[in-house]
Structure formats: structure tokens, C-alpha cells
């Protein structure tokens, strides 16, 4: 079976500060990953994906994800995070295998000024 | 293109009363996911559809739950009869490609 964790439920950082968002996945075959943004009130957005090939992808809004094979982590990372940046985020695995995409429990992200 | 729309976007019900959530997916894409979103369970994969057919129903929580997807452009989730424990927010989302999905912005249900 497939499973994602995400390792903090809450992140509080400051404004202007980096962050990390951790994620290791477990899956028996070769996956894809993906992080989801959640805004308050709002459906998911696809923030950026991994696939093959660059284990370091780049999505919208300056966010970027290392896809980590031997530790099986795929951390989202931001240099620089703005009060915008408020929401939840979700890390998920999908593999061919199974075929459905499995969501970790999510990681509120809370930038304060 | 509009996106997945979802319909009504808030239900307030009483317990025992049929509830009848609608989406429409995004055109042209094949697969269709319904959702759940708890606080206490988080996102949970109820049913999906590959060209309007039924692929895994296993996320279905009970004999209550039904779902269907009549053409490639509607889709209703229905519970009947609700429980206060139904209380969420029901999402739909379409997707062409695997993994990527497009959620619509969610039906809050609250079951009294």
C-alpha cells in the first residue's frame, strides 16, 4: 500500500523567513508526487509536481520540492515566505499501481508579520 | 473554462433527510474524484469515475453513499438517509492527467 506522511501539522514563520514543509511518502513501485495548496474556503490547487527526470521541481508562487528517492521525501521549500502564503498544504503520492492519489493529513502553514 | 462547479456550495439539513450534492467536471478531462474533508479524517477518496464509469468505490463509507456520473459533464454524490456524522466538506474534482486534479471549491454540509 501507499501512504503519506507529513511530518508538522502546523508551521508558524515569520514574514520574509525560508521554510520547509516536510513529506516522506511509502510506496511499493515508482510514484509521481505532488503538493496541493488549500486557501480558507477554497477547493486544492496543484502547487507543483514531480514525475521523472530533475529531482528538484519548481511551482507557482516561488515554491520548489527535492524529490529524495533513498530517504523517500519530497520537502517543499520556499526562500522566502509571505503573509499571502497562509494555508494548508498537502503532499500526495500517486502510483500506477494503484492508481488514485493519496494525500497526507496536511500542514498548516501560518506566516505571521 | 470555468473550472469543476459545485453545487449548492452550503446545505443545512435535518438528520434522516436526503442530501443530493451535483458537480460539473471540467470539460474534456476523463476522470472524476469525489472527496471528503474532516477535520478529524482529513481528505478521504470516496468514489471515482473513468468515462462516466465507476472504478473504485471502496472510500464509500456506507450503504447510504451512492454515487453517479450519468454523462461525461454531471455528477451527484447522494446521502440518504444523513447523519449529523455526515457533516463536511464534499469536494469534486476532474483530472486528464494522472495525479493532476482540479478541485472545485467544495460543498460544506451540515447535517443537524
Known amino acids: 500500500a501507499q501512504s503519506v506522511t507529513q511530518l508538522d501539522s502546523q508551521v508558524p514563520v515569520f514574514e520574509e523567513a525560508p521554510v520547509e514543509l516536510r513529506c516522506n511518502y511509502s510506496?511499493?513501485?515508482?510514484?509521481?508526487l505532488f503538493w496541493y495548496v488549500q486557501y480558507p474556503n477554497q477547493g486544492l490547487q496543484l502547487l507543483l509536481k514531480y514525475l521523472s527526470g530533475s529531482t528538484l521541481v519548481k511551482g507557482i508562487n516561488g515554491f520548489e520540492a527535492e524529490f529524495n528517492k533513498s530517504q523517500t521525501s519530497f520537502h517543499l521549500r520556499k526562500p522566502s515566505v509571505h503573509i499571502s502564503d497562509t494555508a494548508e498544504y498537502f503532499c500526495a503520492v500517486f502510483s500506477g499501481g494503484y492508481n488514485k492519489l493519496i494525500f497526507g493529513a496536511g500542514t498548516r502553514l501560518a506566516v505571521h508579520p | 473554462d470555468a473550472g469543476v462547479i459545485q453545487s449548492p456550495r452550503h446545505e443545512v439539513t435535518e438528520m434522516g433527510q436526503e442530501v443530493t450534492l451535483r458537480c460539473k467536471p471540467i470539460?474534456?478531462?476523463?476522470?472524476l474524484f469525489w472527496y471528503r474533508q474532516t477535520m478529524m479524517r482529513g481528505l478521504e477518496l470516496l468514489i471515482y469515475?473513468?468515462?462516466?464509469?465507476?472504478?473504485?468505490d471502496s472510500g464509500m463509507p456506507e450503504d447510504r453513499f451512492s454515487a453517479k456520473m450519468p454523462n461525461a459533464s454531471f455528477s451527484t454524490l447522494k446521502i440518504q438517509p444523513s447523519e449529523p456524522r455526515d457533516s463536511a466538506v464534499y469536494f469534486c474534482a476532474s483530472s486528464l492527467l494522472p495525479g493532476e486534479l482540479f478541485f472545485g471549491e467544495g460543498s460544506r454540509l451540515t447535517v443537524l
Open positions: 469515475f473513468n468515462n462516466n464509469v465507476p472504478i473504485d
Open positions: 470539460s474534456g478531462h476523463d476522470y
Open positions: 510506496s511499493s513501485v515508482s510514484v509521481y
